[in-house]
C-alpha cells in the first residue's frame, strides 16, 4: 500500500519549527503540521473562549449595573425623610453622600462574596462534567487571587453606579422634614452629573481593562484612538469647570481675584486634557466604554421616545428631547423615530382616545416615568435579547444541520464495511433490496485510490501537468445515480443525472462532479480553474484489475461531501468504476423511522457491517453545541433575571410616588384587585414592550444570517415557536417582579397616603 502519514520524533524538540519550515519548502506539496501548529490552535481557541466570558462578563456588569442604580434610587426614596432630618442636624451634602457610598461599597463586598461561593460551587459542578467529557480527572484548587480580583471589582462597581443616586440624595432638603409624604428624589446638577459619568466611564475601563487584557492590540492604531479618546473627555470635563467658575466670579465678584483664576483656567485646560490623553494611551479599554456608552445613551433616549409612543403622550412634553436631533451625533436616530416611534405614537393616541379607563391610566402611569422606564427597558431588552438570540440561533442550527444532513446524505442511515470488496458491495446490495417497504430508497457508495495520468483545460485547450493536482485526485466517489444524490448547490453545471449519465457519452467519458473545498482554493487556483468541460484520465484499482477511465467535468459545487467516509474530491456513477477493487464501500439508505431497528438487526447479518443513524450525529453535535453555549446561556438567564429585579425596584418606586394617587383611587371606592390590576398592567405593557424589542431584533438578525447562510430556502429552521416563548417568558418576568413590588402598594389604607400631620 501507499503511505498516507508519516510522523516523526524530533531528538531535540526546540528544532520543531525549523525542520517544519525546511519541509515545507522542500516538499511544497505535502501538508506539514508540528506541536507548535496544535499549541497555536489551541491557544486561539482559549483566547476565544476567554474573549466570549469577557463580553458576557461585561455585559452582566452593564445589567448588574443598571439593576445597582435602581436599587440605590429604592434605598434613598425610602430615607428621604431621614436624609432630610440628617440635613437639619448639620451635615453636608457630601457627608450624605459618602454615607450612602457606604452603604453601597458594603452591599458590593456582600454581594461580590456571594458570587464568588457560587462560582466556586459552579466551577465544582462543571469539573464533574468535564470529567466525564474528557475521561480524565481534573483536579479542583480554590485560587485567592481571583476571589480577591472579584471582591475588588463587585465593590468597584457597586460604588461606581451607586455614586448618581448618592448624588441626588444629597440634594435632599431639609424642609422634606416637614412634609414626609413627600418621596420625589431631586434631580442632580447637570455639571455634577458630568461629571460623574465620565469617572464611571474612566473607572468601568479600568476594570474592563484588567479583564480584557491584550484584546484589543490587534487593533489598527488602537493607542492613538484612545489616546484622542481620553484627550476629548479631559477636554469635556475642563470646559463645564471653568464655565462653571466663570460664572460663579461673575455672581460674586468681590473678593475675587480675576487674575489667579485667569491664570488656573488655562492650567486646568491643559491639565485635564493632558491627564485624559495620558489615561486613554494605557487604558485601550476607554475604546469599548466610550462605544457601549454611546450605545447604550442611544439605546436609552430611543426607549424614552418608544414610552413616550406608546403611552399616547403629547408634543410638548418631547420638545426638550426633539432638540437633541439638532446635534449630528444623534442624527442615527431620526429613521428609527419617524419609521418606528410615530407609527406607536399614533397608535398610543387612538388607544387613550378609545380604551377603557383602567388602560388609561396604566398608560399615564408609565408616562409619567419615562426616563425610570427607558432604563428599566434597557436592562430587560439586554437580557431578552442575549438570551433570545443565542437560544434561537442554537435551535436553528441544529434544525439546519439536521436538514443539511439528510439533505447531503441522501438518507437517515448510514452502513459501513469493515471489508472492501466487490462482493462485500453486491452482498450488501443484495440485503438492502430484501428490505422491501422497509426502505424508501438506499444507494450504493465505493471509494477508490486513483492517480491523475492527464489532465486537459478545455478552456484554455491545453494539457496540464499530473503532478500539480496528485493531492486533489487522489481518490474518487463511485455512487449509485438512480437516487440518493447528494443535494449541493451547483457552482458550476449540473449534478449527475440516472436519464443521461448511466453510461459513458460517445466518446466514451464518464461525467464527474467536482467536489471544491473552500481551503483549497486559493492553493490550486494558482495552476487552473477548474470549469465544466474538462477531462481528467485516472488510474484505479491493484494488480490485474488495474486501468485507467475518462471523466469529463459536468458540475463543480464548492460544498464537501460529508458522507463520504474520505477525502474525495470527485464523484462520479459507481458503473464507471465496477471493474476496480474500492478501498471504502458504504451505503446510504433512506429508512422508515418505524423500521430503523428491524432494518438494523437484518444488515448485521452481512460480516463486518457497522449501522449509524445520521440522528447520533446531530445528537453529538447538539451536544457540542451545547456545551460552548452553557455558560452565555448561564449569563443571559442571569442578566434577565437580573432585569426582573430592576422592574421590582422600578415598580416599588413608582408605587411609592404614587401613594396618594392610590389613596385617592381607593377612597373613591376602587377596590384593591382592581388598583392592583392597574399597577401590573402598566409594567405587564413594559414587558411587552421590552420583549417585542428584544426578540424582535434578535429575531431579524437571525432571519439575515439564516438567509445567508442557506441562500434564501429557510424553510422550518425559523424558530417562531421560541420567539413566541421568549416574549411571554418577558412578560411573565416583568409581571412576577412586578407584583412582588405593588402588592403591598395596592392594600394601602387611603387615611395612611391621605393625611398631611
Not at 441626588?168 to 412634609?179: E, T
Not at 403611552?311 to 420638545?319: D, S, T, W
Not at 465544466?532 to 477511465?549: F, H, M, P, Q, Y
Request: aromatic share 8%; hydrophobic share 50%; glycine share 10%.
Amino acid at each position: 500500500g501507499l503511505a498516507d502519514e508519516i510522523y516523526v520524533r524530533l531528538a531535540d524538540p526546540s528544532e520543531v519549527d525549523e525542520v517544519q519550515r525546511n519541509l515545507d519548502r522542500q516538499f511544497w506539496a505535502v501538508g506539514v503540521s508540528s506541536t507548535s501548529d496544535l499549541r497555536d490552535q489551541n491557544s486561539l481557541i482559549s483566547d476565544r473562549v476567554d474573549d466570549l466570558v469577557v463580553v458576557m462578563g461585561l455585559v452582566s456588569l452593564l445589567i448588574g449595573g443598571i439593576g445597582i442604580i435602581n436599587t440605590m434610587l429604592v434605598i434613598v426614596s425610602r430615607r428621604t425623610t431621614e436624609v432630610a432630618v440628617l440635613k437639619t442636624l448639620g451635615l453636608q451634602p457630601r457627608e450624605i453622600t459618602v454615607l450612602f457610598l457606604v452603604e453601597a461599597i458594603i452591599m458590593g463586598f456582600v454581594g461580590s462574596l456571594g458570587g464568588i461561593v457560587g462560582g466556586w460551587g459552579l466551577a465544582f459542578l462543571t469539573k464533574g462534567f468535564a470529567e466525564t467529557f474528557l475521561g480524565q480527572s481534573l483536579a479542583f484548587t480554590i485560587a485567592l487571587r481571583p476571589a480577591l480580583a472579584g471582591i475588588a471589582a463587585g465593590m468597584v462597581i457597586t460604588t461606581v453606579f451607586g455614586f448618581l443616586p448618592t448624588l441626588a440624595a444629597s440634594q435632599i432638603r431639609p424642609a422634606v422634614v416637614l412634609r414626609p409624604s413627600e418621596t420625589m428624589i431631586p434631580k442632580t446638577g447637570r455639571l455634577s452629573a458630568f461629571v460623574a459619568m465620565v469617572c464611571l466611564i474612566a473607572l468601568m475601563s479600568l476594570l474592563a481593562q484588567q479583564l480584557m487584557g491584550d484584546l484589543l492590540k490587534d487593533v489598527p492604531s488602537i493607542n492613538e484612538i484612545v489616546t484622542g479618546i481620553g484627550a476629548a473627555f479631559g477636554l469635556l470635563m475642563a470646559l463645564p469647570i471653568i464655565l462653571g467658575d466663570f460664572l460663579s466670579m461673575r455672581a460674586r465678584r468681590r473678593g475675587r481675584s480675576w487674575l489667579l483664576h485667569l491664570l488656573r483656567w488655562p492650567l486646568t485646560l491643559v491639565g485635564l486634557t493632558a491627564a485624559g490623553g495620558f489615561f486613554g494611551y494605557y487604558t485601550p479599554a476607554l475604546l469599548i466604554l466610550t462605544v457601549t456608552t454611546l450605545l447604550v445613551g442611544y439605546m436609552y433616549l430611543l426607549f424614552w421616545w418608544i414610552i413616550w409612543a406608546a403611552g399616547g403622550g403629547k408634543l410638548h412634553e418631547v420638545r426638550a428631547t426633539a432638540l437633541l436631533m439638532l446635534f449630528p451625533a444623534f442624527w442615527p436616530l431620526i429613521p428609527l423615530i419617524i419609521g418606528l416611534v410615530l407609527p406607536l405614537w399614533i397608535i398610543g393616541r387612538l388607544i387613550q382616545r378609545f380604551a377603557f379607563i383602567d388602560l388609561k391610566i396604566a398608560m399615564r402611569g408609565m408616562l409619567s416615568t419615562k426616563s425610570r422606564g427607558a432604563s428599566t427597558l434597557l436592562a430587560l431588552v439586554i437580557g431578552i435579547f442575549t438570551l433570545s438570540v443565542i437560544t434561537m440561533l442554537v435551535d436553528s442550527i441544529t434544525k439546519a444541520f439536521e436538514q443539511l444532513l439528510e439533505d447531503v446524505t441522501g438518507g437517515n442511515v448510514l452502513v459501513f464495511t469493515a471489508s472492501a470488496s466487490n462482493e462485500t458491495l453486491d452482498a450488501l446490495r443484495v440485503k438492502l433490496e430484501e428490505q422491501g417497504d422497509s426502505i424508501r430508497s438506499f444507494s450504493m457508495l465505493a471509494t477508490y485510490e486513483t492517480q491523475i495520468t492527464s489532465y486537459w483545460d478545455t478552456s484554455e485547450n491545453r494539457a496540464v501537468r499530473n503532478n500539480q493536482f496528485s493531492g486533489f485526485f487522489s481518490s474518487v466517489d463511485g455512487r449509485d445515480i438512480t437516487s440518493n444524490l447528494p443535494d449541493v448547490k451547483m457552482e458550476q453545471g449540473r449534478n449527475l443525472d440516472p436519464t443521461l449519465d448511466g453510461q459513458p457519452d460517445a466518446e466514451g467519458y464518464w461525467p464527474a462532479v467536482i467536489l471544491w473545498p473552500e481551503e483549497e482554493e486559493t492553493f490550486y487556483s494558482q495552476f487552473t480553474d477548474f470549469e465544466v468541460g474538462d477531462r481528467i484520465k485516472l488510474r484505479a484499482g491493484t494488480g490485474s484489475s488495474r486501468g485507467e477511465v475518462w471523466f469529463v467535468v459536468v458540475g463543480i459545487s464548492q460544498a464537501v461531501d460529508i458522507t463520504a467516509a474520505s477525502n474525495s474530491n470527485l464523484y462520479a456513477p459507481l458503473e464507471a468504476l465496477r471493474p476496480f477493487q474500492p478501498n471504502d464501500v458504504l451505503a446510504i439508505a433512506d429508512v422508515e423511522e418505524s423500521e430503523i431497528r428491524k432494518v438494523r438487526r437484518s444488515l448485521s447479518e452481512v460480516p463486518g457491517t457497522f449501522v449509524l443513524e445520521t440522528r447520533f450525529i446531530n445528537d453529538l453535535v447538539n451536544r457540542l453545541v451545547e456545551q460552548f453555549t452553557s455558560f452565555p446561556t448561564l449569563v443571559a438567564g442571569l442578566a434577565l433575571f437580573t432585569g426582573g429585579f430592576v422592574i421590582a425596584n422600578s415598580a416599588a418606586l413608582s408605587a411609592m410616588e404614587r401613594r396618594r394617587e392610590i389613596g385617592v383611587m381607593k377612597a373613591i371606592g376602587l377596590q384593591r384587585e382592581r388598583v392592583l390590576g392597574m399597577l401590573l398592567l402598566e409594567n405587564g405593557l413594559m414587558g411587552l414592550i421590552g420583549g417585542l424589542i428584544g426578540v424582535g431584533v434578535s429575531f431579524i438578525m437571525l432571519l439575515i444570517i439564516l438567509y445567508q447562510m442557506f441562500q434564501g430556502e429557510l424553510g422550518d429552521k425559523v424558530p417562531y415557536g421560541i420567539a413566541f416563548l421568549l416574549m411571554g417568558l418577558c412578560i411573565t418576568i416583568s409581571l412576577v417582579a412586578a407584583i412582588a413590588s405593588v402588592w403591598s402598594a395596592s392594600g394601602e389604607k387611603p387615611l395612611n397616603t391621605l393625611r398631611y400631620e
